[in-house]
């Protein structure tokens, strides 16, 4: 099964939301990926960034589900203000470790991500975040 995996600029969740069935749209600043998990991908990056545990942020309700269809198809979710905060902030350096660590998660359990396309996720969500903020918004994810 293929994942789309849309992150996306947004003013607020009421906005966030409007993107549910068809995605965010071009009026929105975003970064298209795929075929990865999201949702424990933001956890553990927020965990690396944040000094926080898995099983805290896990326990905290992260990431917040802002609205997801009822047959268990797309859904929208948000980032934290930690994480949002930490990508927003981060050097170049400290987003090549936390990719660098990322990628050696997900090969402890057996998913091989490629370290430069790592790299290259974490800096590009940490750049919409960087946009995101300066434009007094935050940053949500679509899945599809």
């Known amino acids: ?9 947004a003013p607020d969740d009421t906005a966030a939301a409007l993107a549910l069935r068809n995605g965010p749209g071009e009026a929105c600043e975003s970064l298209s990926l795929g075929n990865f998990d999201p949702v424990g991908a933001v956890v553990e990056w ?3 960034l944040t000094d926080r545990s898995f099983e805290d942020l896990v ?6 589900v802002v609205v997801a269809q009822d047959d268990g198809g797309c859904f929208v979710f948000a980032l934290s203000p930690d994480l949002f905060t930490a990508l927003a902030q981060a050097e170049q ?5 936390a990719a660098a660590s990322w990628v050696q998660l997900r090969a402890e359990e057996g998913e091989i991500i490629d370290t430069d396309i790592a790299g290259a996720i974490v800096g590009d969500l940490a750049a919409l975040a960087g946009s995101a903020r300066r434009q007094g918004q935050g ?4 899945v599809a």
């Not at 099964?1 to 600029?9: Q, T």
């Not at 350096?93 to 470790?97: E, F, G, K």
């Open 46 to 48: 927020q965990s690396l």
């Open 139 to 142: 940053v949500y994810c679509w």
């Open 59 to 64: 326990d905290a309700g992260e990431p917040r």
């Open 1 to 9: 099964m293929s994942i789309i995996v849309e992150f996306f600029v």
């Open 93 to 97: 350096p400290t987003l090549r470790d």
